[in-house]
T-cell receptor, first 111, second 113 residues
Framework: SQQGEEDPQALSIQEGENATMNCSYKTSINNLQWYRQNSGRGLVHLIL?????REKHSGRLRVTLDTSKKSSSLLITASRAADTASYFC???????????FGAGTRLFVKA | EAQVTQNPRYLITVTGKKLTVTCSQN?????MSWYRQDPGLGLRQIYYSMNVEVTDKGDVPEGYKVSRKEKRNFPLILESPSPNQTSLYFC????????????FGSGTQLSVL
């Protein structure tokens, strides 16, 4: 029962361009998080947005949350080759104790 | 250094041979969890633990066991592994019970022949 689903599944861009990834979920949530994974290694937490927040920034990352549409987006500005990785959204649903991940977006940034 | 340590990193075994994947964290986290990752399916939760002696099933618990006898350790046990348990496994932990930031181990690639 995956909570989050990312779109697109894969994204290829040139260095310097912006990358946008989207996530949709199914039920009400406490928070939504984005994680990054390099080549089958452990995931690394990037940013968290709570259900009562609409937008958050962290460095080159911008996350938005639209609870009415049950969707979120992650924007990476001025992408670099080092941003090449898989990105996952994860949700903690209201009243739950589980963090549920989507299938991820594979981002490839060409130098 | 704050970390989640999983062992082994790679494991090849045969059907039916019991195995244990260890997980230890040094951050005094209450919450620990096991995930498996399969191509196209993302991460699916196997079991989680809110604290010592408190464990609960995730979305895909069949064929797995866990225990939480100490706060720092959360081993994953496969009593009789089968080929469909071939996967990449991750242990994760977080502070408290709000699951606001998971720290992941480096993963265990398991192959069951």
């Amino acid at each position: 029962s995956q909570q989050g689903e990312e779109d697109p599944q894969a994204l290829s861009i040139q260095e310097g361009e912006n990358a946008t990834m989207n996530c949709s979920y199914k039920t009400s949530i406490n928070n939504l998080q984005w994680y990054r994974q390099n080549s089958g290694r452990g995931l690394v937490h990037l940013i968290l947005i709570r259900s009562n927040e609409r937008e958050k920034h962290s460095g080159r990352l911008r996350v938005t949350l639209d609870t009415s549409k049950k969707s979120s987006s992650l924007l990476i500005t001025a992408s670099r080759a080092a941003d090449t990785a898989s990105y996952f959204c994860a949700t903690v649903y209201t009243g739950g104790f589980k963090t549920i991940f989507g299938a991820g977006t594979r981002l490839f940034v060409k130098a | 250094e704050a970390q989640v340590t999983q062992n082994p990193r790679y494991l090849i075994t045969v059907t039916g041979k019991k195995l244990t994947v260890t997980c230890s964290q040094n951050m005094n986290h209450e919450y620990m969890s096991w995930y498996r990752q399969d191509p196209g399916l993302g991460l699916r939760q196997i079991y989680y633990s809110m604290n010592v002696e408190v464990t609960d099933k995730g979305d895909v618990p069949e064929g797995y066991k866990v225990s939480r006898k100490e706060k720092r350790n959360f081993p994953l046990i496969l009593e009789s592994p089968s080929p469909n348990q071939t996967s990449l496994y991750f242990c994760a932990s977080s502070f408290g019970q709000a699951n606001e930031k998971l720290f992941f181990g480096s993963g265990t690639q398991l192959s069951v022949l």
